[in-house]
């Protein structure tokens, strides 16, 4: 046991500077000391000792557990050593593997994030701000980052408003690029904050207009304002889903109201067409009814003799008339005329019915006493032989006057017979005539005109009616031969209308075949009776479909004539109650629009009855084509100003001219269009005047690209040849001289900053690289320099190594030997105060002491400037260089303060 504790390794010393030696001495490349190194990282009592072994250990698991350690120390450590594998300055990680193990490490937060930004290259940096999502942190490093790069892609990374708003606040007077990016980024939310509250104004006025729509009442255009509003909500909705998604209920409830009310609309005027319907073929029924009963009246006025027969379908008619006039009365109440006519014939031919009724019956009694009373008072007359030279008396005179009165009567109508008697004889001559000539057509119109005037002449000697009788057996012998001839021809007639019957023509179509046979066989003259009605009947039926589409195009015509008024009808309340001031005036070009479009499907009217509607129509159409022209007169004003406006630019500078025009174009877009036949020759010429004004902008852009491609081929020449002599390292000094005329050539081959900024970038990464030689170099004088004093202090042979010091360093040790020995309380006053120099941390037992130094420093210091960093190193060398000249009666606490006089130039140096 003994011998075991004796040469036991000196990294299980009871020790800690022992054990702190032997891990600084010990090989990390070999497994056995790595898991040595491991397990005191993990396992040690002393904080210093687990502090260097974390610092020694390359096992990147072990470390990701060590960063949850409880102690601040251990963790801090532990995401030091990981920011080292991350910067490439521990480890052989290639860079691939630091972005993997950066991501890996990206939860352990804001210590690692600023070892990477003071030390790490521009790749990392980058790569970490784009796995960065928490806004502090991207604020963090917007302000903080090594390179402007790096804080620009921090700001662009930022999204918050808020967030936004306070990095411009930190960053104004600082960085410029970040300032910008942030102010753009701002413009753009306040941009898109705009857009979406217009977007939601525009959403709410389609809102408030279908529904002030739901509230109206339906019209013949209010199916085309309601497509309009779908037609802009759904553009609308293209443009702003999101907000349309939003606003879509509120919407499609109003949109399902009038469609709705359009629905009812509609219903109630297909009701309001039928009962129209009804009401028109009412009324239509009753003016038929008066003119029936008016011809009856006629008929019965020129009929002097009648019959029973006659009485009785007097009777019928004037029965049935009344019941359809009851029908139509209920449907719809005649019109005042209509009616006083109706009951006046009605009135008139049932007193016609009962005095012919009467009539009949006192006939024969009638006749009887006319004859027998003239016959007696004649007779008396006779008997009393008063003599005509005497004056008679008043009685006499009296019947005188009455039987003169008779005979004259019976005289006329002697004349009249014999002058019908004429009149028959002449015709008769005419028939012969004709019947000698063959004109069966005439003839046959003759020969009832014949009958016609026997009809109204019943008493007519028989000689006359002999002679008809023979006429007319000459007219139907020439009827005979005739229709032999015309027999076929009337036959084909009759089978060519029989093919019509059923036929699939259109109704038009057909009624002008049926005409036209009808006229053909009319051509052909008389026929027999048989035949007649087999083409009169083949003709009604032939005719049932045309009768039934003439009812129905009528039945068209007077609803589209009423549509086309309810449209007159709306146009006009539009016009008078519309607000001039604040019109929608697309809303009224699709208002025309769909009135035409409305007016177009009407289009089967009446002439006669369309004339009247249509000059409303037109009068109205162009008193809103005025308004509407107006308007456009306006915007093309505007726009030919615009136009006036473009072609001056011309003559500014180039700058100028693009920007106007530009502002120009935006105005233009901004005025609604114009004519039509006047909108594009106005954009033709606006567009000629803009790109007159772009082509030499073209030009001038194509020269200055020219030279500024010689440029970028002079800038890098240069380049190459600065980067060449930096290959070549040589003295720094000409170095930087050369990199400065460089950087001047490049300027004056490149004005433009943005032109240069990849020459620029170059030209920083030559001088990052010529500082980091200058400071490397530094860092290794002062490294060397420190190694001397130290070797100085503790070698054996102190000539030889007193030799290499520097002449301050040597005034020092010449004053060691004549310096009393020190207490471990001033080595330990001394060691932290080096520590608070370089910025290295302290044990724990030396917390209180470090803060109670820091506060005296910071009490000395108030008042005076900032040590520069040469400045501060000089120090520190000389605070370390003091301490390891110390004379200590206890040489091994000596050494461990020398450790940390050690770790912390180390620590500054880097």
Not at 17 to 29: F, Q, S, V, Y
Not at 173 to 189: M, N, P
Not at 296 to 307: G, I, K, N, P, S
Request: proline share 2%; charged share 30%; net charge neutral.
């Amino acid at each position: 046991m003994i011998l075991d504790k004796l040469f036991k390794p000196k990294w299980q010393n009871s020790r800690p500077e022992t054990r702190i030696r032997a891990l600084k001495d010990m090989d990390c490349g070999t497994a056995e000391n790595a898991n040595i190194i491991s397990n005191l990282a993990f396992e040690d009592s002393n904080t210093a000792v687990r502090c260097i072994a974390i610092a020694r250990l390359n096992q990147i698991d072990r470390l990701i557990k060590l960063t949850q350690d409880g102690q601040k120390k251990i963790s801090d450590a532990a995401r030091e050593r990981l920011g080292l594998f991350i910067l490439g300055r521990a480890g052989q990680l290639d860079l691939t593997d630091r972005h993997q193990l950066m991501q890996k490490l990206q939860p352990l937060g804001d210590g690692l994030i600023i070892h990477i930004m003071q030390g790490g290259d521009a790749g990392l940096q980058a790569a970490l701000v784009e796995q960065t999502k928490d806004d502090l942190q991207l604020v963090e490093l917007a302000l903080t980052a090594s390179t402007t790069k790096v804080r620009q892609l921090a700001a662009n990374q930022i999204e918050k408003l808020e967030t936004l708003e306070e990095l411009a606040r930190k960053c104004r007077g600082k960085d410029k690029s970040v300032l910008q990016i942030c102010r753009d980024k701002l413009k753009k939310h306040q941009q898109q904050l705009q857009q979406l509250q217009q977007a939601k104004a525009d959403f709410q006025k389609l809102i408030d207009q279908i529904s002030k729509l739901s509230r109206q009442d339906s019209d013949p255009l209010y199916e085309g304002k309601v497509a309009h509003l779908q037609q802009s909500w759904d553009r609308l909705s293209k443009e702003q889903p999101e907000i349309g998604q939003q606003m879509h209920s509120a919407f499609a409830e109003k949109m399902q109201l009038c469609q709705n009310q359009l629905d009812q609309w509609q219903q109630a005027r297909q009701l309001e067409i039928q009962k129209q319907q009804q009401i028109i073929e009412a009324g239509e029924n009753q003016q038929q009814i008066c003119h029936l009963l008016d011809t009856a009246l006629d008929e019965r006025q020129q009929v002097v003799d009648f019959t029973e027969q006659d009485i009785q379908l007097t009777r019928s008619l004037l029965q049935l008339q009344e019941h359809c006039w009851h029908e139509s009365c209920e449907i719809q109440k005649a019109a005042d005329e209509l009616a006083r006519q109706y009951h006046r014939l009605s009135q008139l031919l049932h007193v016609w019915v009962n005095a012919a009724e009467n009539y009949l019956k006192l006939q024969p009694e009638l006749t009887r006493v006319i004859e027998e009373d003239h016959q007696h008072l004649s007779k008396i007359i006779d008997q009393v032989r008063w003599p005509t030279e005497l004056p008679a008396p008043a009685l006499i005179h009296q019947a005188n006057g009455i039987l003169a009165e008779v005979r004259q009567q019976k005289a006329q109508v002697r004349q009249e017979q014999q002058n019908q008697a004429a009149q028959l004889r002449q015709e008769m001559d005419q028939l012969a005539k004709l019947l000698d000539c063959g004109e069966l057509k005439q003839a046959r119109k003759m020969n009832r005109q014949l009958h016609k005037d026997l009809k109204a002449s019943p008493k007519l000697p028989d000689q006359l009616r002999k002679q008809l009788h023979v006429l007319e057996a000459r007219l139907y012998e020439l009827e005979d031969w005739q229709g032999y001839a015309t027999l076929p021809k009337q036959q084909q007639l009759i089978d060519n209308m029989e093919q019509l019957i059923d036929s699939e023509l259109p109704a038009e179509a057909l009624a002008d075949q049926i005409h036209q046979l009808q006229m053909e066989w009319k051509e052909l003259g008389g026929s027999g009776q048989k035949q007649w009605k087999q083409f009169s009947d083949a003709a009604d039926k032939a005719f049932i479909p045309c009768k039934k589409f003439f009812e129905q195009r009528n039945l068209v015509r007077q609803q589209n004539l009423q549509q086309r008024q309810v449209i007159v009808d709306e146009l006009t309340a539009f016009y008078e109650q519309t607000d001039w001031e604040t019109v929608d005036w697309n809303a009224l070009e699709t208002i025309l629009r769909t009135a035409r479009d409305e007016w177009s499907k009407y289009q089967e009217v009446d002439p006669k009855n369309n004339r009247k509607v249509h000059r409303q129509f037109d009068r109205i159409l162009k008193k809103l084509r005025e308004k509407l022209d107006g308007f456009r007169k306006q915007n093309y004003d505007l726009k030919q100003a615009l136009v006036e406006q473009a072609q001056s630019l011309i003559e500014l500078p180039e700058d100028d001219a693009l920007a106007q025009a530009k502002e120009l174009q935006s105005q233009w877009k901004a005025i609604p269009l114009t004519w039509r036949r006047d909108e594009h020759k106005l954009w033709r010429n606006f567009h000629t005047a803009c790109e007159a004004i772009f082509t030499a902008r073209k030009e001038n852009y194509q020269a200055r690209k020219q030279v500024k491609q010689q440029g970028f081929e002079q800038a890098e020449q240069v380049l190459q040849g600065i980067q060449q002599q930096f290959e070549q390292a040589g003295d720094s000094k000409a170095l930087r001289a050369n990199l400065k005329q460089a950087t001047q050539q490049i300027e004056q081959a490149l004005p433009g900053q943005r032109d240069r900024s990849k020459f620029d970038q170059q030209l920083q990464l030559l001088e990052q690289q010529l500082i980091q030689q200058q400071q490397k170099m530094q860092q290794q004088n002062l490294v060397q320099r420190f190694e001397q004093i130290k070797q100085a202090a503790f070698s054996q042979d102190p000539v030889e190594s007193f030799n290499t010091l520097t002449e301050q360093d040597k005034k020092a040790f010449a004053q060691r030997n004549h310096q009393p020995l020190v207490s471990e309380a001033l080595l330990r006053e001394k060691t932290v105060e080096l520590e608070i120099l370089c910025g290295h941390i302290s044990p724990e037992q030396d917390q209180a002491l470090r803060l109670q130094l820091q506060v005296a420093r910071l009490a000395n210091s108030l008042g005076q400037t900032t040590q520069a960093e040469s400045s501060l190193v000089d120090q520190a060398i000389a605070a370390a260089r003091e301490i390891l000249l110390l004379q200590k009666l206890d040489e091994h606490e000596h050494q461990s303060y020398i450790y940390r006089v050690e770790q912390a130039i180390v620590f500054l140096l880097k």
